[in-house]
């Protein structure tokens, strides 16, 4: 998984000060190391599963957490703040995945994917680590077949298990559209399941 460094300077010792009560950006910058922890990791996963390739996975993350650093001070509680960089890193996926996707074939080959959810190669077994490599490939496999916006949809239900309400605060549809989105999504992946595990079929005979 990417290395966790940010270039705000929002370092981790000082979120153990209490800021000065009459300095906001103090706060601010210590709410967001905070935020940054937290989140990283959902990030760090999701704009992968979003289609940003490798070779761009750290920008985009740290694009994501920019925006976020800039846009703290206008969050409204009324939304979770999950839902929020939700929809920071759906914005930002997709300028990266169509940045990428004019570039030339010859430099896509360069970046295979990595995988996000891969475990840490101490942490178990080859052949338990390639499983779940392969398994991730092929669910990234099944996803590049979603549009981008019945993919978000699909990622954060089946994947991040959001409800639908904050799916909605997320991408900025209402209900009504993320339910119908969210349908087409999973009847469009089982379908790419169905063709792939019927190719595979035929491959091993």
């Known amino acids: 998984m990417a290395a966790r460094a940010f270039t705000l300077g ?4 000082g979120a153990e000060v209490a800021p000065p009560a009459e300095s906001a950006d103090c706060e601010v910058a ?10 990283f990791d959902f990030v760090w996963r999701n704009v992968r599963r979003l289609g940003v390739p490798d070779c761009h996975a750290d920008d985009a ?5 920019l925006v976020v650093h800039r846009k703290l001070s206008t969050f409204e509680p009324r939304s979770t703040l999950r839902a929020w960089i939700s929809g920071i890193v759906a914005r930002v996926a997709r300028e990266h995945r169509r940045a990428y996707a004019r570039k030339s074939p010859l430099a896509r080959t360069l970046s295979p994917p990595l995988d996000p959810d891969e475990v840490e190669s101490g942490a178990a077994g080859c052949d338990e680590a390639l499983a779940q490599a392969q398994a991730t ?3 990234h496999a099944l996803l590049e077949g979603l549009d981008d916006n019945r993919r978000a949809v699909f990622v954060l239900a089946e994947l991040e298990q959001m409800t639908v309400p904050e799916i909605a605060e997320a991408t900025g549809a209402n209900v009504n559209t993320v339910y119908a989105r969210l349908r087409a999504a999973r009847k469009e992946f089982e379908q790419g399941a169905a063709r ?8 091993s005979r």
């Open 10 to 13: 929002a370092g981790s010792a």
């Open 196 to 203: 792939l595990r019927a190719r595979e079929g035929w491959r």
């Open 137 to 139: 490939r092929l669910l």
């Open 30 to 39: 210590l709410e967001f190391d905070a935020i940054y922890e937290r989140h």
């Open 61 to 65: 993350v740290q694009e994501v957490f």
